[in-house]
């Protein structure tokens, strides 16, 4: 694939593209649904592009419940961080349907063997909108209440008072730090309380009440 897809690289010409990855192994792999990318413990000091498909990173506690940190089912680079530092990774990466992934090796060297400017801005806007998101992701989990946690998620989302969830009830639980029950029956009071309506897949939000109750 052209590598000026992926948003680190988007701003390079491709003659610095080329002397950039000329020494590095660039492989396309593809991953059937439920298979890992890579477990707790692994290190690889690989940089992964989801190509096609979508993934789950979560981790399981000793008591079996699984916490999901991100899903992904839209291109999107992952495991940078681990990548750069050489760390073994603190979650699991499996996905959620066949997918295809790019898998830059060895990416620290990336760095060793080039001083390009508009690459580092580039991966400092990247790694700038993930530490972002992952604030947000906190402020959502660290709400005191489930109906906090599902407010301040679905004001977050929200397109035009619409939910376009891109995940079920119970990947949406694991997200939010609850059960599948507690989130089904918080759901239908506060359907009840008119914070929210439900038909099928599709939620509709009252942003106003939603809110108020922060």
């Given at each position: 694939?052209?590598?000026?897809?992926?948003?680190?690289?988007?701003?390079?010409?491709?003659?610095?593209?080329?002397?950039?990855?000329?020494?590095?192994?660039?492989?396309?792999?593809?991953?059937?649904?439920?298979?890992?990318?890579?477990?707790?413990?692994?290190?690889?000091?690989?940089?992964?592009?989801?190509?096609?498909?979508?993934?789950?990173?979560?981790?399981?506690?000793?008591?079996?419940?699984?916490?999901?940190?991100?899903?992904?089912?839209?291109?999107?680079?992952?495991?940078?961080?681990?990548?750069?530092?050489?760390?073994?990774?603190?979650?699991?990466?499996?996905?959620?349907?066949?997918?295809?992934?790019?898998?830059?090796?060895?990416?620290?060297?990336?760095?060793?063997?080039?001083?390009?400017?508009?690459?580092?801005?580039?991966?400092?806007?990247?790694?700038?909108?993930?530490?972002?998101?992952?604030?947000?992701?906190?402020?959502?989990t660290s709400q005191m209440s489930l109906r906090?946690?599902?407010?301040?998620?679905?004001?977050?989302?929200?397109?035009?008072?619409?939910?376009?969830?891109?995940?079920?009830?119970?990947?949406?639980?694991?997200?939010?730090?609850?059960?599948?029950?507690?989130?089904?029956?918080?759901?239908?009071?506060?359907?009840?309380?008119?914070?929210?309506?439900?038909?099928?897949?599709?939620?509709?939000?009252?942003?106003?009440?939603?809110?108020?109750?922060?």
């Amino acid at each position: 694939m052209n590598l000026k897809e992926i948003s680190i690289f988007k701003n390079l010409s491709d003659e610095e593209i080329k002397e950039m990855t000329a020494n590095t192994q660039i492989i396309e792999k593809t991953y059937t649904k439920d298979a890992y990318v890579f477990r707790i413990g692994d290190r690889s000091g690989d940089l992964f592009f989801l190509k096609e498909g979508a993934l789950s990173v979560y981790q399981i506690d000793s008591n079996g419940k699984r916490y999901i940190f991100q899903k992904f089912d839209k291109p999107v680079l992952f495991g940078e961080v681990y990548a750069y530092l050489n760390e073994p990774f603190d979650f699991d990466a499996v996905c959620d349907k066949d997918s295809k992934i790019l898998i830059i090796k060895d990416f620290k060297g990336l760095f060793e063997r080039s001083n390009n400017q508009k690459f580092l801005k580039s991966y400092i806007t990247f790694l700038s909108k993930k530490c972002l998101a992952l604030s947000k992701k906190n402020q959502i989990t660290s709400q005191m209440s489930l109906r906090q946690k599902i407010a301040k998620y679905f004001l977050e989302i929200e397109e035009d008072g619409k939910i376009n969830l891109n995940m079920n009830r119970e990947a949406l639980a694991d997200f939010l730090t609850t059960t599948r029950p507690s989130l089904s029956r918080e759901l239908s009071k506060m359907a009840d309380d008119d914070l929210l309506s439900i038909n099928g897949s599709k939620i509709a939000i009252n942003k106003e009440k939603l809110t108020e109750i922060l």
